[in-house]
């Protein structure tokens, strides 16, 4: 089956730059997705990336993918305390499906 | 709009009881999911549907059951509840065409304990 790798834990500071990675197994998905999940509540959907971009900007959000080394990037500039929350990536579990693969999930805390 | 409603929030079970996890969108969604999530796990896949009266299994589907007999409700079965079955429940709905899918949506999920 699939694996989709995450780091559990970053802590960053207020106004920095937080980046949260992920790894992902299959090179045919043709979307990939950041979720975030804020304390108590369902996941929602932050931003995706096309598998045939290598980066997407959104605001604050820049996405970044590394199709050769199957690595996926969230970088979130000026981090605020709103931020603090657990990241989720995700992928297809295959080509042309619906169903996701989530990754285990980044938990961001922000410090003042 | 309410988006996807689960209920209950919290659930405490014994060992062996049953109950079901509702769950219930108002978006006009064909696809609907349920998910466990386990800590430092990730989501889990337990059962999905397509549509109204079609349902399949997902990546753990044991222990469980659901059924689809309307767009809107998608209710998850625990028949005997057992303790490997805590975890946290979200229901995720989602409107998708030829197989492709943008954007899932989640309720604000579902936290149970089985002692």
């Known amino acids: 089956g699939e694996d989709v790798e995450q780091s559990l834990f970053l802590s960053v500071r207020e106004g920095d730059s937080s980046v949260i990675n992920c790894t992902y197994t299959d090179s045919s998905s043709t979307y990939l997705y950041w979720y975030k999940q804020e304390p108590g509540a369902g996941l929602q959907l932050l931003t995706y990336i096309f598998s045939n971009m290598d980066m997407k900007q959104d605001q604050r959000l820049t996405v970044l993918l590394n199709k050769k080394d199957k690595h996926l990037s969230l970088r979130i500039a000026d981090t605020q305390t709103g931020d603090s929350a657990i990241y989720f990536c995700a992928e297809p579990m295959g080509p042309y499906t619906d169903k996701l693969i989530f990754g285990t999930g980044t938990r961001l805390q922000v410090f003042p | 709009n309410a988006g996807v409603t689960q209920t209950p929030k919290f659930r405490i079970l014994k060992i062996g009881q049953s109950m079901t996890l509702q769950c219930a969108q108002d978006?006009?969604?064909?696809?609907m999911y349920w998910y466990r999530q386990d800590p430092g796990m990730g989501l889990k896949l337990i059962y999905y549907?397509?549509?109204?009266?079609?349902?399949d299994k997902g990546e753990v589907p044991n222990g469980y059951n659901v059924s689809r007999s309307t767009t809107e409700d998608f209710p998850l079965r625990l028949e005997l509840a057992a303790p490997s079955q805590t975890s946290v429940y979200f229901c995720a709905s989602s409107y998708a065409e030829g197989g492709t899918n943008e954007k899932l949506f989640f309720g604000s999920g579902t936290q149970l304990s089985v002692l």
């Open positions: 978006m006009n969604h064909n696809y």
């Open positions: 549907s397509v549509g109204a009266g079609i349902t």
